[in-house]
């Protein structure tokens, strides 16, 4: 079929972490689920083309990834491999617990406190969210080999550690969710961020999967305010998707973007999320503020309604939380709102972001309103070269190229 690589690349994206999650919880081993996952789309590639794509993918990759599994285990003599294949044939499947779904259980084993935030976030876009090597290197701005290692690691801790897969226990849950939803908010970005040319093919399909199982992850910890604090900044942030970048490629920015494409139906969700947040009156983390600062955003017809006020008030809970720079960059940039650009630099000036893009390109703002030309310039120019893709590449050299000339 002239069609089968396309097909093989959209069931690739749709059923890559429901194959792998399957096959470790069956077989008790992430390394040789993500060895006869890949062998099983490596097949699919070579017969597809022939024999046509089968009716259920998913299913036809599932089976051909359990037979290549016991192929594996009967080549190997050892008698622990051949008790495992004994039990994978026979053996009913174990309970899923208090939630239905592979993939979570993936999610918080490979969110395990046994291993390093870094290889939490690492291991999970890899064998959840399905980003290669190279892919999720580039999110870490680290070298491919070196992302490699780092997840092969991880890997090995959990073999070592005889890390359990599965759901931890109710009263656990609470200590082991904030790992678990810094690993959820960092594959909704990684698909968000990737729809900008210079970052490859869309990944909707990422933001999609981190919103479903932001979600299941909210049937499990109803009453958990930050778990749904994240599930209300994923809806309101992705209701702006169409919005943000141009037919020609470049970033929209907030105050640019037409308004009229953003998804009334996720704003909504997302605003209704952060008025239960507020009415139960429990101290916001994070999530739920940085949800509650695009609630206002979201909320204005128009940029000039936006409620500065709020904003401003709502990053000093956030900066009270987590005084970072970057915190207060943001912060800065609601400050120059409500008190103008002056107020704003001067605090921005302080900040030591020197390497920070989204720094300099403040900084080239603030001083363009205050008219001094050539310092603007300058630091678009330092924005520019920082840039992380071609689209805030496209509307920073607009902005620098707009500048009154010398």
Not at 99 to 106: I, T
Not at 107 to 134: K, N, Q
Not at 311 to 331: A, E, G, H, K
Not at 396 to 401: F, I, N
Request: glycine share 6%.
């Amino acid at each position: 079929m002239t069609d089968a690589g396309a097909v093989i690349t959209r069931v690739h994206r749709e059923e890559w972490a429901r194959l792998v999650a399957t096959l470790a919880r069956r077989l008790g081993d992430l390394d040789v689920a993500e060895e006869m996952a890949a062998e099983a789309f490596a097949s699919a590639v070579r017969r597809w083309p022939v024999d046509g794509v089968p009716p259920n993918p998913g299913a036809w990759l599932t089976t051909t990834a359990y037979r290549r599994a016991v192929d594996r285990l009967r080549r190997e003599a050892r008698r622990e491999e051949k008790h495992r294949e004994a039990l994978m044939l026979f053996h009913p499947a174990e309970p899923l617990g208090a939630v239905d779904d592979d993939r979570l259980r993936l999610i918080f084993t490979c969110c395990h406190p046994a291993l390093s935030m870094e290889a939490r976030v690492a291991l999970t876009l890899r064998m959840v969210g399905g980003l290669t090597v190279g892919e999720i290197a580039r999110a870490f701005l680290v070298e491919e080999a070196t992302m490699g290692r780092r997840i092969t690691r991880a890997k090995a801790k959990i073999r070592a550690a005889r890390i359990p897969y599965g759901v931890p226990l109710r009263e656990d849950l609470p200590a082991r969710v904030t790992g678990v939803l810094a690993v959820l908010y960092l594959i909704f970005n990684e698909g968000y961020l990737a729809s900008d040319p210079g970052r490859g093919p869309i990944r909707a399909e990422l933001t999609a999967e981190a919103i479903r199982l932001t979600r299941l992850v909210r049937a499990l910890l109803p009453a958990d305010g930050e778990t749904a604090g994240l599930l209300a900044l994923m809806l309101l942030t992705e209701a702006r998707r169409e919005a943000r970048v141009s037919a020609d490629g470049e970033l929209v920015t907030l105050d640019e973007q037409d308004r009229g494409l953003w998804d009334r139906r996720r704003i909504a969700e997302g605003h209704a999320l952060v008025r239960a947040l507020v009415a139960a009156g429990r101290p916001p983390g994070r999530y739920q503020i940085l949800a509650a600062v695009n609630a206002v955003h979201t909320d204005a017809a128009d940029v000039r309604q936006t409620d500065w006020s709020q904003v401003v008030v709502l990053y000093d809970q956030l900066t009270r939380l987590d005084p970072s720079p970057i915190v207060r960059l943001n912060r800065a940039i609601a400050v120059a709102e409500l008190d103008g650009p002056q107020v704003a630099l001067a605090q921005v000036d302080g900040l030591p972001l020197e390497g920070y893009r989204a720094f300099h390109a403040t900084r080239a703002e603030l001083l363009r309103r205050l008219g001094r030309v050539e310092e603007s310039r300058a630091a678009y120019d330092r924005a520019v070269g920082s840039a992380g893709n071609a689209a805030e590449t496209a509307y920073l050299v607009r902005r620098r190229d707009q500048l009154a000339g010398p």
